[in-house]
């Protein structure tokens, strides 16, 4: 059965700390994307990759970094530059990237997302 | 910087009254996506428009894209309890097709 897959589910973060947030899709999508969500927010886009090995800054970039090393794989570092981690952590893929007007634009799927806290 | 505003944040109706949940973009849009995010779950696709002043159907759903592509409505008639949820535009802009962008969302309570 195809989908994304986060983990951990919940996950506790001490001050100074760096953690990682998994996220890994076998949908062969092209695109990931990787948002916070805060509580009253919509989605904040903080990374998305276009393509294997290629990514770029969303919105809210800042104390977060990204690898795409594999089509599958997408993990989020939220580092200790990030001074309010707390939030809902949800990523996404899509079979293409957006690429112009029209019927193209495929929908984003979203994996169920990692509860981060801190301790 | 673009912005796709949502509103109203939160609706409270009682089930089978209509709800309509509203988008505004600063710019205009090339597409249009909505999504449904059910509480302690993530956004599920609903349905995307592209065409100045589309409207699409989904049973009790009802989906507007404006004539000028800058603004979209959401109306469901007659709620039932499984349309509580969090229903999200994402808008894609006409001059940047790099990312969409999320309004805020509207929070519906459907009291039975």
């Known amino acids: 059965d195809g989908g994304i897959t986060q983990s951990p589910k919940y996950l506790f973060r001490k001050e100074g700390q760096n953690v990682t947030l998994s996220c890994e899709q076998n949908?062969?999508?092209?695109?990931m994307y990787w948002y916070r969500q805060d509580p009253g927010q919509g989605l904040r886009l903080i990374y998305y990759?276009?393509?294997?090995?290629d990514f770029q800054k969303g919105d809210i970039a800042e104390g977060y970094s990204v690898s795409r090393e594999k089509k599958e794989s997408f993990p989020l570092t939220v580092t200790s530059a990030q001074k309010n981690p707390t939030a809902f952590y949800l990523c996404?893929?899509?079979?293409?990237?957006?690429w112009g007007a029209g019927d193209s634009n495929q929908p984003q799927h979203f994996g169920d997302g990692t509860r981060l806290s801190i301790l | 910087g673009q912005q796709v505003m949502q509103i109203p944040q939160y609706q409270h109706v009682q089930e089978g009254e209509d709800f309509t949940t509203y988008c505004n973009s600063s710019?205009?849009?090339?597409?249009i996506q909505w999504y449904k995010q059910r509480p302690g779950g993530h956004p599920v696709f609903l349905i995307q428009?592209?065409?100045?002043?589309e409207v699409k159907k989904q049973k009790r759903l009802t989906f507007q894209f404006g004539e000028a592509k800058k603004n979209s409505s959401l109306h469901i008639t007659a709620t039932q309890t499984t349309d509580v949820g969090t229903y999200f535009c994402?808008?894609?802009?006409?001059?940047?097709?790099?990312?969409?962008?999320f309004g805020s969302g509207t929070k519906l309570n459907v009291k039975p």
């Open positions: 994402a808008g894609l802009p006409g001059y940047n097709f790099n990312k969409f962008y």
């Open positions: 428009l592209v065409k100045s002043g």
């Open positions: 949908l062969n999508h092209d695109a």
């Open positions: 996404a893929s899509s079979i293409d990237p957006p």
């Open positions: 710019t205009t849009l090339s597409n």
């Open positions: 990759s276009q393509i294997v090995n």
